[in-house]
């Protein structure tokens, strides 16, 4: 992402015991140890880098096929029987407060998938009693999930109760963009922002992209106008070399060097 570069260890940094080896990215290790589990089995990979041809699938013949949620865009298999879903818990530990909804959403999809048939559905977590998950058990109240995911976001001002913006602050040097962002954050205040409204500067997750330092400020409040009243020192903020975005109502927080 910054641009360092380095070799990799040949041992572990903190025991010196273990030689690591190299391994691919997921799909393609997950391949590899289906190949070995599963001999005589064909293993078919789907993402966004390899597209298998699965014609024999969906012939009927069996098969396993390694993929990211991109095969949620194919027609399903005639004979979907199981579908494993590894490292399930990367989906709702993301810094959104969308992340837990789409995990939900995600796991219904997969159960609905084939029209006539609901497979066995495997998940990979450590948190397995989180609601967004037990929330599509055969016996779960359906509504359980959806009414503690509203009472959090009124807790917490999130939409649907507030508007929502998020305001970056991106520069060259470090320094620049930490000192613009609070700044900025000091006129937001200035405009009346309370605790709650106004939350940062921050560094985003992915301390440096594409050569620009960030910091994000989150300003939320129960109305439009008010939102717009806050952010009118965002909008007409001008620093040499330091750039502001603002996105009203993101669909994914702390991405938006794009």
Same mark, same amino acid.
């Given at each position: 992402?910054?641009?360092?570069?380095?070799?990799?260890?040949? &041992?572990? =940094?903190?025991c010196?015991?273990?030689?690591?080896?190299?391994?691919? +990215?997921?799909?393609?290790?997950?391949?590899?140890e /289906?190949q070995? !589990?599963?001999?005589?089995?064909k293993v078919?990979?789907?993402?966004?880098?390899?597209r298998? *041809?699965?014609?024999?699938?969906?012939?009927?013949?069996p098969?396993?096929?390694?993929?990211?949620?991109?095969?949620l865009?194919?027609?399903?298999? =005639?004979?979907?029987?199981? #579908?494993?879903?590894?490292?399930?818990?990367?989906m @709702?530990?993301? =810094?959104d407060?969308r992340?837990g909804?789409? $995990? &939900?959403?995600?796991?219904?999809? !997969?159960?609905?998938? &084939? %029209?006539?048939?609901?497979?066995?559905?495997?998940?990979?977590?450590?948190?397995?009693? &989180?609601?967004?998950?037990?929330?599509?058990?055969?016996?779960?109240?359906?509504?359980? $999930? +959806?009414?503690?995911?509203?009472?959090?976001?009124?807790?917490?001002m999130? %939409? %649907?109760?507030?508007?929502?913006?998020?305001?970056?602050?991106?520069?060259?040097?470090?320094? *620049?963009?930490?000192v613009?962002?609070?700044?900025?954050?000091?006129?937001?205040?200035?405009?009346?922002?309370?605790?709650?409204? /106004?939350?940062g %500067?921050?560094?985003?997750? #992915?301390?440096?992209?594409?050569?620009?330092?960030?910091?994000?400020?989150?300003?939320?409040?129960?109305?439009?106008?008010?939102?717009? @009243?806050?952010?009118?020192p965002?909008?007409?903020?001008?620093?040499?070399?330091v750039?502001?975005?603002?996105?009203?109502?993101?669909?994914?927080? *702390? *991405?938006?060097?794009?």
């Amino acid at each position: 992402q910054c641009g360092y570069t380095g070799r990799p260890p040949t &041992h572990c =940094p903190t025991c010196e015991g273990m030689v690591l080896s190299p391994r691919g +990215p997921g799909t393609q290790w997950i391949q590899r140890e /289906l190949q070995k !589990l599963l001999p005589g089995t064909k293993v078919y990979r789907y993402d966004r880098d390899q597209r298998d *041809d699965l014609t024999k699938l969906y012939r009927g013949e069996p098969g396993v096929v390694v993929g990211t949620t991109a095969v949620l865009g194919l027609e399903p298999l =005639p004979n979907l029987a199981l #579908i494993a879903l590894s490292f399930a818990d990367t989906m @709702h530990t993301s =810094p959104d407060f969308r992340s837990g909804e789409r $995990y &939900h959403f995600a796991l219904r999809q !997969l159960l609905e998938w &084939h %029209p006539t048939r609901a497979p066995l559905l495997v998940v990979q977590t450590f948190q397995a009693t &989180h609601l967004a998950l037990t929330g599509i058990l055969a016996d779960a109240d359906v509504s359980v $999930y +959806p009414q503690s995911e509203l009472a959090s976001r009124e807790a917490f001002m999130y %939409p %649907p109760f507030t508007k929502l913006a998020q305001v970056q602050v991106a520069a060259r040097r470090q320094q *620049d963009a930490q000192v613009s962002s609070s700044k900025l954050g000091s006129l937001i205040r200035d405009r009346g922002a309370d605790g709650m409204e /106004l939350l940062g %500067p921050a560094p985003t997750s #992915i301390a440096r992209l594409k050569g620009l330092y960030a910091y994000q400020l989150l300003v939320r409040a129960p109305t439009m106008e008010r939102l717009t @009243h806050l952010l009118e020192p965002a909008r007409s903020f001008r620093e040499g070399g330091v750039r502001v975005r603002v996105e009203m109502n993101p669909r994914q927080l *702390d *991405d938006l060097l794009e």
